[in-house]
Every structure is written in structure tokens, then in C-alpha cells.
């Protein structure tokens, strides 16, 4: 009796490098300008010198690298799982409160009514901070919920949306809807969360004042170097077999799940990971901006994410960051040129990308590349 074939070994593909020579290259710039470059032309050019960088492009350039970062989050779930949400600007103001609980508790008495209690609690005659503040003067604390809130939110959502294999449109409308719920809520006053006005007005972060030169380009490095760091552990994920399997979801679902993977666990994973960047992005964006409020979590914000994904590529990661640069450095310049035509701008933008680069500014780059070689 003669014994059966054994059959081949399947042999997978060998995952590409992080980065190609040119990309390392792009990177180390990029390094050197965030840490080196922009730190130099800020603190020791002088201000009348044309190559001085003021403070307002200081904080305007940390402000869109923390949208980098919702972009590059938007990215990994939308371009290489194939979930389009319309609600991550939930998770980014999340991160936003929890930050902005701790700089509050940081006034202490130098507030207007001298006060241990934030001033919107004296206002409203609140006698004692309520339970969900009770960490919010420990910067350690602070740091472990500005992960934990939006990622137990996003987990719990996830978890039921997913196990109902909810998907589509019908998973956009839904975050959308949980976002616009979530905007009810923060909106009244009773929640401790300073109702429409939101938390404004903070003086320190560790003790040490905000409204310092070196303070702002302390926030604006670390913002730089976190935008960097989840850049790289973004192309680690998806040149991995765990991203290898989000792409094979987004593309054919049916075939995953025929070929015994079941999704669910995958796309939880990547979607508590990306609610997670978001309330990170949402915790550099305070102290930064100096104001957050429940305007973070409305609907044009979250669709603003996506279309900064659209814009710059999908499925690139890089093609994100630049669109979150293009779309905010343009509505900067717009809102104070021609700020009547602004809308018109992003609505013409939207349809130009949907029309003519459906793989945007880094599809058409490529095209064109292609084209010449």
C-alpha cells in the first residue's frame, strides 16, 4: 500500500522592509526638522529675522500633526480594513476632556473665584467635584485614562457592532449617531464637563506654566515624535500578518471568514487601537490649543478625518498626514483670506479627489511617476 503525497508547504511572501532607503531618508528629515530645525528657528532665531518661526505657526503646526494623527488612525481602519467611520472625532475629544480634567485641577485658586473647584462649578453652585473627577489631579492617572476612556468606549461599541456584523453604510450612520449622542450629553451641565463652553483658560501641566516659549515647543516635539512613532508602528502593523488579514477583510470578507479566520477579533483590535490614537491626538491637542469643548465631537469634525484620509490616499499612511497638512494648511490661509469661500474650497476639494483622484495627492503622484518612466 502505497502512502498518500504529503503536499507542499505554503510558502507566504516575505514582508517588505519598514521603509525603503528614499523613506528612511524622508524620515530622518523629518525627525531633524520636528526636533532639531523647528526648535532652533523658534527659540533662537531672532523675531524680526525672516527665517524666525513665529509662535502662532508653532502652535499651528502642532495643532495639524495632532489631526496627522487622527488621519494616520482614520487610515489603518478605513484604508486597509475597509471600515469608513464618521464618529473618531468621539474618541479625539475623549482624549481631549480627560486632559483638560487634569489642567483644570491644575488652576487650583489662581481661578476667578479663587477657588480649589473649576470656575464653571462655582458658577453653577457645585459644592464638590464629582466622582468622575476623582483622578483627574494625577498626571500618571491622567496619562492611563487618556487610553483607557476612548479605548473601552471603542471596544464596547466595537464589540456589538461588529458581532452584529454591522457594516457599510450602516456602520457610518451608527457612528455617527454615537457621536452625535455623545454631543447631547457633554452639552449639559449637570455632567460636571462644562457644558457648551467646554474647559478653557489653563495655566499649567506639571506645575510648570503653559504660556511659555519653551512650553509650547516642548508640546510641539512630543507631538512631532508621537506623530513619527505611529507612523512607523502603523507600517509595522500593516506589513505584518495581522495587517496582511485586515486587508484581506477589507477586500473579501466572505473568503477570511471561508478560510477559517473569523474577523471579529481582528477588527475590534484594529478599531480600539485607532479610537486609542485618536484620544492620544485628542491629549496633545489641548494643552496646545488651549480650549476643548463639545464642538470636537461634532459631525463635520468626523468627517473632516475621513476626508483628510481621502484627500492625501488611502491605504498609504503616509498619503493621510499629507492630506491633514493640505486640507488645515488651506483652511488656516482660507478662514482669514476668504473666509466666505472656505466651505466652497473643501466641498470643490472632496469632489475633485472623488471625481478625478480617487487614490489621492499619493495615487496621483505615483501615476504621474508611472506615466514617466
Known amino acids: ?113 479663587k477657588s480649589e473647584l473649576p470656575d464653571f462649578m462655582v458658577f453653577l453652585d457645585w459644592k464638590e467635584l464629582p466622582w468622575h473627577w476623582a483622578l483627574s489631579d494625577s498626571f500618571i492617572a491622567t496619562l492611563l485614562l487618556i487610553v483607557l476612556v476612548p479605548g473601552v468606549v471603542a471596544f464596547v461599541f466595537g464589540y456589538f457592532a461588529f458581532r452584529s456584523r454591522i457594516k457599510g453604510v450602516y456602520f457610518s450612520i451608527i457612528t455617527q449617531a454615537l457621536t452625535f449622542a455623545a454631543l447631547l450629553l457633554f452639552f449639559r ?71 477559517g479566520y473569523n474577523p471579529l477579533p481582528y477588527k475590534l483590535t484594529i478599531w480600539t487601537i485607532s479610537a486609542v490614537m485618536c484620544g492620544i491626538a485628542g491629549a496633545l491637542y489641548v494643552p496646545q490649543v488651549g480650549i476643548i469643548n463639545p464642538g470636537e465631537m461634532s459631525t463635520a469634525a468626523s468627517i473632516e478625518i475621513a476626508v483628510w484620509a481621502a484627500v492625501g490616499g488611502r491605504a498609504t499612511l503616509v498619503g493621510p498626514i499629507i492630506g491633514a497638512f493640505i486640507v488645515n494648511g488651506a483652511k488656516s490661509w482660507l478662514t482669514v483670506t476668504f473666509p466666505e469661500f472656505w466651505l466652497y474650497f473643501l466641498g470643490a476639494l472632496f469632489i475633485a479627489v472623488t471625481l478625478w483622484m480617487p487614490q489621492g495627492v499619493v495615487g496621483l503622484v505615483k501615476k504621474i511617476r508611472g506615466a514617466r518612466a
Open 1 to 113: 500500500m502505497t502512502t498518500p503525497p504529503v503536499p507542499a508547504s505554503v510558502t507566504l511572501p516575505h514582508a517588505g522592509p519598514l521603509l525603503t532607503r528614499t523613506g528612511w531618508s524622508a524620515f530622518v528629515v523629518a525627525l531633524l526638522v520636528v526636533c532639531a530645525v523647528a526648535p532652533l528657528l523658534n527659540l533662537f532665531v531672532p523675531v524680526g529675522s525672516a527665517f524666525h518661526l513665529s509662535d502662532y505657526m508653532v502652535g499651528l503646526l502642532g495643532k495639524i500633526m495632532c489631526y496627522a494623527i487622527c488621519a494616520l488612525a482614520m487610515d489603518l481602519i478605513w484604508g486597509y480594513t475597509g471600515i469608513l467611520s464618521l464618529g473618531h472625532g468621539l474618541f479625539f475629544a475623549l482624549g481631549g476632556y480627560v486632559m483638560g480634567m487634569y489642567l483644570m485641577r491644575q488652576i487650583g485658586t489662581d481661578g476667578n473665584y
Open 189 to 259: 451641565n449637570e455632567t460636571g464637563l462644562g457644558g457648551n463652553n467646554g474647559f478653557t483658560d489653563f495655566k499649567r501641566i506639571l506645575g510648570m506654566p503653559l504660556a511659555t516659549q519653551n512650553m509650547r515647543m516642548t508640546l510641539f516635539v512630543l507631538t512631532g515624535l508621537t506623530l513619527l512613532g505611529f507612523f512607523l508602528w502603523a507600517r509595522w502593523l500593516v506589513n505584518s500578518k495581522f495587517g496582511r488579514v485586515l486587508q484581506a477583510v477589507r477586500d473579501a470578507e466572505s473568503r477570511v471568514m471561508f478560510c
